[in-house]
């Protein structure tokens, strides 16, 4: 297993390499996300944090309800 260190040195790594190559930035840059997360323990498909009151949990709560509405609706 790779140990946090050696992930977050992948991740700085790609971050140095995105500087010196402007031309690839979007890749290396992307690359280095991947190994942050890794780093930091955080995979994709990983439970996400509930959305707290306010504007956002107003447009979650809104996004769900039309789901649910359209849900029964035949489609195109």
């Known amino acids: 297993m790779i140990s946090q260190l050696e992930l ?14 402007p031309s690839n930035k979007i890749f290396w840059m992307a690359e280095a996300e991947s190994w942050s997360r890794l780093s930091n323990g955080k995979f994709p ?4 944090p509930k959305i707290g ?12 309800k039309t789901s649910a509405d ?7």
């Open 53 to 64: 009151s306010g504007l956002l949990g107003m447009l979650a709560g809104a996004v769900g």
């Open 45 to 48: 498909g990983e439970a996400k």
């Open 70 to 76: 359209n849900a029964g609706s035949p489609g195109c």
């Open 8 to 21: 977050h040195s992948r991740a700085e790594l790609c971050r140095q390499l995105a500087r010196l190559e």
